[in-house]
């Protein structure tokens, strides 16, 4: 039986927001504000500063042709997708279907809830990770020394569909977007399982995806007077599988490569493709997740919205016996139950690849 990390369960799973933090848009939007409070203040370290000067190009994917290609065209984008998971965890995905003003209605949606009057936001902001909606401020403030220039909603979309009923329109446009993204997480899951030697539908029925959690997180980072001595979010990688993230078009998100942090600026109407800490562990390291940040700027609110496709709640994920045989490896990993590890990623701060490397073996 898989060894499993019962005893990472955190004592706190649910801790409570201190009553003085007030939401990051209501601070910026306060008048003549030239300085950021000392609760936002950063020291950068030198490590943090080292952002590569050459300009370096993600993989770019083309799903149409992992569905609607040859079997030769399917075969080469698989191998593409294996690449690219291996050596940067990080993808653009064109041609993937979703259409361009869907990924519009949604962004707009995310800004229109952020805009609320903040008393009606007041009943979604709940505390615990599988509150089914809930809004926030920085990351984790209750266990955070300094806060993340950011404002968040977090909808659980999958298996059971929420969405806030503010403002007009959005529950429609979210359910639309969250079904969309699914399918195509799907057709992506079956070429990654492909590219690890593994039955199409490998990945699929081994973590329950039909029970699979989909969570929303929509990210609001209003302009900030002294971006240099802030932070949208910290470097972190993703629970979960796949993450699928989508934005307004203003820059802020650094990927780390080859120990260089990489500006993304993305293409058009592509959306942008990253590894979990999930598929790491089902991977057994061969895909690894990979860390990323969002820098926040002077000039203009940006909002970008992740969606994380992962397992049911209840499937404990550990490296795929059947990936170990082919390989000829040990397991790297213990093995965990999705839920115990979204507590745990939750409910702590967001530090790195710190909680996945506990299960490490
Ligand atoms: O805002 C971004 O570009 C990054 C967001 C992100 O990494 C996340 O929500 O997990
Ligand atoms: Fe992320």
Aim: glycine residues 6%; charged residues 20%.
């Amino acid at each position: 039986m898989a060894e499993t990390a019962s005893f990472l369960v955190s004592s706190n799973p649910s801790p409570t927001l201190p009553q003085n933090i007030t939401t990051i848009r209501t601070i910026a939007e306060s008048p003549g504000l030239t300085s950021i409070p000392s609760a936002y203040t950063f020291t950068p370290t030198s490590h943090d500063q080292v952002v590569s000067e050459t300009q370096v190009s993600l993989p770019v994917i083309d799903y149409s042709l992992l569905t609607s290609g040859t079997p030769h065209q399917r075969s080469k984008i698989v191998h593409d997708l294996g690449k690219a998971c291996q050596d940067w965890g990080f993808f653009l995905m064109i041609n993937h279907g979703v259409p361009e003003s869907l990924v519009r209605s949604m962004i707009d949606g995310c800004r229109g809830f952020f805009d609320l009057p903040e008393e009606e936001k007041e009943e979604y902001r709940g505390n615990h990770v599988l509150d089914p909606i809930r809004c926030g401020t920085s990351f984790n403030a209750s266990v955070e020394k300094v806060f993340f220039w950011k404002d968040f909603l977090k909808i659980l979309s999958h298996p059971v569909f929420h969405s806030p009923s503010k403002p007009a329109g959005f529950s429609e446009t979210s359910l639309e977007y969250s079904k969309r993204a699914r399918e195509v997480a799907r057709e992506l899951l079956k070429g990654i399982s492909e590219s690890l030697g593994l039955e199409p539908n490998y990945v699929e029925k081994a973590l329950n995806w039909e029970q699979g959690l989909q969570v929303i997180a929509a990210n609001f980072y209003p302009p900030c007077p002294q971006p240099e001595l802030a932070m949208g979010m910290p470097p972190h990688s993703d629970h979960g599988l796949l993450t699928f993230l989508i934005h307004n078009g203003i820059s802020g998100l650094q990927v780390q490569h080859k120990g260089k942090w990489v500006n993304i600026n993305g293409i058009p109407n592509s959306i942008l493709v990253n590894i979990g800490d999930h598929l790491e562990i089902l991977s057994n390291g061969k895909y690894r997740s990979v860390l990323h940040r969002a820098m926040v700027n002077n000039k203009a609110t940006r909002i970008s919205i992740a969606i994380a496709h992962g397992p049911s709640l209840d499937t404990v994920v550990s490296p795929a016996p059947e990936l170990l045989e082919i390989e000829k490896k040990a397991a790297a990993y213990i093995g965990i139950k999705y839920k115990e590890y979204l507590e745990i990623h939750q409910s702590n701060k967001l530090d790195g690849k710190c909680n996945l490397d506990r299960l490490r073996i």
